[in-house]
């Protein structure tokens, strides 16, 4: 779909709580800042990330995430509140994407009906691919119309 605005800005974690619901094998499990994943299972993350630049303001996240040794899918939420390009309100993200063991791609859409305030009639998608660790975030450019 082609959109009329573009809106450019970084996005940091503030937060990330994940926890495993389901290991497969139960071996061959890593584990990362005291996190564990499993080689084959399902987890769920609560996250809560930070914007910044023409997208400014904060969210709150809820992914699903799939693990196997090949690179998987990754399907969540977001609730985003703050101000897109000036525009004052709040809106929900959809992110359908895949991760592996070095990197993240994800194509992000607004959900909608439901925004608030100047962002009640967004429409728009952003594509985030994310490779290693970013000390200041990472970009997020979305792509939108209000109406």
Known sequence: MT????????????SWKEDV???????????????YYPERGLSHAAVSYTYS??????????????????????VGYERFVGSIDGHEGSCVFEHRGAHDATS???RVTVV?????GALANLRGEADVA???HGEDGYEFVLHYDLG
Do not use: C, H, M, N
């Open 112 to 116: 909608p009906g439901l925004g608030t």
């Open 21 to 35: 619901f389901a290991d497969i094998d139960g071996r061959g499990a890593t584990t990362e800042g005291g996190a």
């Open 104 to 106: 993240v791609t994800a």
């Open 3 to 14: 959109y009329s605005k573009k809106a450019v800005g970084r996005f940091t974690v503030a």
């Open 130 to 132: 994310i490779a290693g």
């Open 53 to 74: 630049g023409q997208i400014s303001g904060t969210s709150e996240l809820a992914y699903l995430i799939v693990y196997r040794p090949d690179g998987a899918p990754v």
